[in-house]
Nanobody, 116 residues
Framework: QVELVESGGGLVQAGGSLRLSCAAS????????MGWYRQAPGKEREFVAT????????SYADSVKGRFTISRDNAKDTVYLQMNSLKPEDTAVYFC?????????WGQGTQVTVSS
């Protein structure tokens, strides 16, 4: 069993920055990808960014390219999302997602609110 725990959400003014963290615990010996998704009120969950755990290659949604950076710490089984130049439309619950050992796991989510 694997558990993903996010942290780092909060309230920030437009133009500000936040850093989200997601730590994986449990049977994490085969991590393939980890990433971030978000869900705004009344909208479907959408892809934000993902990182290949072995190569470090990354992929981003067009809406966050140039503003968000995903990174990893393999030793800590932790993935990060550095969010800069935040906009009100970035307001959402951010979920960590991991493909580990052939299964997909989700965190519980962390709220990010950007005020204008």
């Amino acid at each position: 069993q694997v558990e993903l725990v996010e942290s780092g959400g909060g309230l920030v003014q437009a133009g500000g920055s936040l850093r989200l963290s997601c730590a994986a615990s449990g049977r994490t010996f085969s991590v393939y990808f980890m990433g971030w998704y978000r869900q705004a009120p009344g909208k479907e969950r959408e892809f934000v960014a993902t990182i290949n755990w072995s190569s470090g290659s990354t992929s981003y949604a067009d809406s966050v390219k140039g503003r968000f950076t995903i990174s990893r710490d393999n030793a800590k089984d932790t993935v990060y999302l550095q969010m800069n130049s935040l906009k009100p439309e970035d307001t959402a619950v951010y979920f960590c997602r991991g493909r580990i050992g052939g299964y997909v796991y989700w965190g519980q989510g962390t709220q990010v609110t950007v005020s204008s």
